[in-house]
């Protein structure tokens, strides 16, 4: 679903701002740059605005977004027991995918819900979803834009992350002239944009690479040749004390087998099975997805089962292979 009426709601979030004192913000589990770099940007245009903020991550931040400025202000897993006047959600299809954040909503006077997903739902006062956009960040570019705020280096910094993690350095489709010229008036505030893309994509934890490792060993190509299957169990986890940040963009490696159409890669935690998706052309991940209580985009998805890992790969994999094989009789 789509906002209908955008700038009334990018209207209605600055009333917001302006009429409060107090923040809660939380991004979605397993954050990423968007998640993240928006979160950053908004918290600190709102400081710079004399507004008390709290920034809240259910899972802890990526290692390779460590560079973030402020990124220490972001507590992990430690929910606030005090009352806000509104609350923020960054790319939370629904407020469960913010992590146990229910109790502190209830003590929230607004919540405020912006997303680039198809899948969100509107569950806030104010529901800012625009799937058309890139990233979350570019969202946030517009609100300030609209406020007429004056973007420092760090928060183009921030918001850059957002943009160039979400379009996978601008090569999405999603990627639009709005997402470059976001991203051109961001490079504008002079920020050392080569460095950051070094950090974000040059710079990988030797943990990581073994893990990566592990995965291409697990492929399977499947479904005539277009799905590609990997597996990370929790022995793959433990052999290199890796946690699931390591795991990050693993998945994209599957969608590099010429014919593949979409890939899934199963990981286990030790409580869940997570199951993240890719895929191209006319292929809609986020509907495997979503059947499975997850959500995303149609060509960026995933879903967390609590159930034995053989079990999910197999109803998983029944339900991927029958809209491929939907997608092919379709021609
Ligand atoms: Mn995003």
Known sequence: MTTPDLEAQLKALETVIERSESFFMAGHLNPDGDTIGSMLALASVLKRLDKKVYLFSQDPVPANLAFLPHIKNVKIARLPKKKFDAAILLECSSPGRGGDIMGVLKRCGTVVNIDHHRTAEFYGDVNIVEPTASATAEIVYRLFYNMGVHITRREAICLYTGIVTDTGRFYFPATSPRT???????????????????????????????????????????????LAVMALRNSDFTAFGASPQHAESVINHGMMVPGVKA?????????????????????????????????????????????????????VLRLLLKRLKAENDRG
């Open 263 to 315: 890939a899934v890669l199963f990981r286990e935690d030790p409580d869940k099975i997570n199951a993240t998706f890719r895929s191209r052309g006319h292929i809609d991940v986020s509907a495997v997805a979503k059947a499975f209580g997850g959500g995303g985009h149609m060509h960026a998805a995933g879903c967390r089962l609590q159930e034995p890992f053989a079990a999910v790969r197999s109803k």
């Open 180 to 226: 470059l010229e976001a991203a051109s008036r961001l490079l504008e505030t002079g920020f050392n944009f080569s460095r950051i893309n070094d950090l974000l994509y040059a710079t990988r934890s030797c943990i990581s690479l073994k893990i990566l490792g592990r995965a291409l060993e697990s492929m399977e190509i499947t479904g005539a040749g277009k």
